[in-house]
């Protein structure tokens, strides 16, 4: 089994953003005043995990990010991280595949006409 990346093996705007996250995090357990002993347990997760989500720690499993966030009453906003909707490249490089014009639906056989009629 692969063991996590290390933190100077991630890309600086991960890193970045990991760290924003787990401040923002924090952030907002401090202005809820809910105790770092509270949030751990509503988390279910220990305090030590807490305090390395709340840095924005790399090693602390996705789950744990969006439980807290889901106790923090935050996770409409995780459903709408990789929304199609605001996924600008990806709608980019599907609109460039669209073909370039549409074609006519193919024509469907004439029944044939009987002997002798016009």
Do not use: C, W
Not at 10 to 39: E, H, Q, W, Y
Not at 67 to 85: S, W
């Amino acid at each position: 089994m692969k063991k996590a990346p290390t933190p100077r093996a991630l890309p600086l705007p991960v890193r970045n953003a990991l760290r924003k996250l787990g401040a923002d995090m924090r952030d907002a357990r401090l202005r809820r005043r809910i105790s770092t002993t509270i949030m751990a347990q509503r988390a279910l997760v220990a305090r030590m995990t807490l305090h390395k989500a709340e840095r924005g720690d790399p090693t602390v499993s996705m789950g744990t990010y969006a439980t807290v966030l889901f106790v923090l009453g935050m996770t409409d906003r995780l459903a709408e991280l990789a929304d199609v909707r605001s996924d600008s490249l990806g709608l980019l490089l599907e609109e460039e595949r669209l073909p370039k014009r549409i074609r006519s639906a193919p024509r469907l056989p004439q029944p044939l006409k009987a002997a002798g009629s016009r």
